[in-house]
């Protein structure tokens, strides 16, 4: 089975950068996926690692360490509309586990 | 484009009722598909999915059921709720093994199911 940790809780000013860090343990791996959900809404896709190293997408960074099982979501520039849920989630051939979920709270 | 469509979107039901969800995808073909459900301020747990028309692999015994009657089909359903069925159930998809690797699923809007 999958087994994924994740912090619960974030809070953060305007502006700050905000690392979610995401350990797992899983019988089969083929990527680490991030996700955000906003309250009352559905997740979208954020970020995708299949291979070791740092995936760029704008204000968003993710990265992958497998030989460590873990992984992480950089927020930078933190904006009040980031405030949200983010989920990680081990890519398991064609199906997703989904860890428990940190929420970030941003604040003025 | 892809689109998918969840309803209805808020359900209150009493316990002991059935129920029916339905999911369904536009503007693609053989589409993986997914039942989550979300209790509040929880992950997401893995309910169903099916790779194909009349395939449905379930990941956790209760009393819930999924049926794939088509290509971009997908239900959910329940002869008789428990107050532990209350939650936020979401249907995805995602493109099938022969046009990629798993990257990303794409969520419907989500159905918040009351059982009272």
């Known amino acids: 089975g999958q087994s994924l940790e994740q912090p619960s809780e974030v809070t953060a000013v305007e502006g700050a950068i905000v690392q979610i860090n995401c350990t797992y343990q899983t019988s089969g791996f083929y990527g680490l996926s991030w996700y955000q959900q906003h309250d009352g809404g559905a997740p979208t896709f954020l970020s995708y690692n299949a291979l070791d190293g740092l995936e760029e997408t704008g204000r968003f960074s993710s990265f992958l360490s497998r030989s460590d099982s873990y992984g992480y979501l950089l927020l930078q520039e933190l904006q009040m509309k980031d405030s949200a849920s983010y989920f990680c989630?081990?890519?398991?051939?064609?199906?997703?586990?989904f860890g428990a979920g940190t929420t970030v709270t941003v604040r003025a | 484009s892809q689109t998918i469509h969840q309803w209805p979107a808020t359900l209150v039901q009493p316990v002991g009722s059935p129920l029916s969800l339905e999911c369904t995808v536009e503007g693609t073909s053989n589409p993986n598909l997914y039942w989550y459900r979300q209790a509040a301020g929880r992950g997401l747990q893995l309910l169903f999915y099916s790779v194909g028309i009349g395939q449905i692999s379930s990941e956790v015994p209760q009393n819930l059921s999924a049926s794939r009657p088509q290509d971009r089909q997908f239900i959910l359903s329940s002869k008789k709720l428990l107050l532990s069925d209350s939650g936020f159930y979401l249907c995805a998809w995602s493109v099938p093994p022969d046009r990629g690797p798993l990257r990303e699923q794409y969520f419907g809007p989500g159905t918040r199911l009351t059982v009272t």
């Open positions: 989630a081990v890519i398991d051939d064609y199906k997703l586990s």
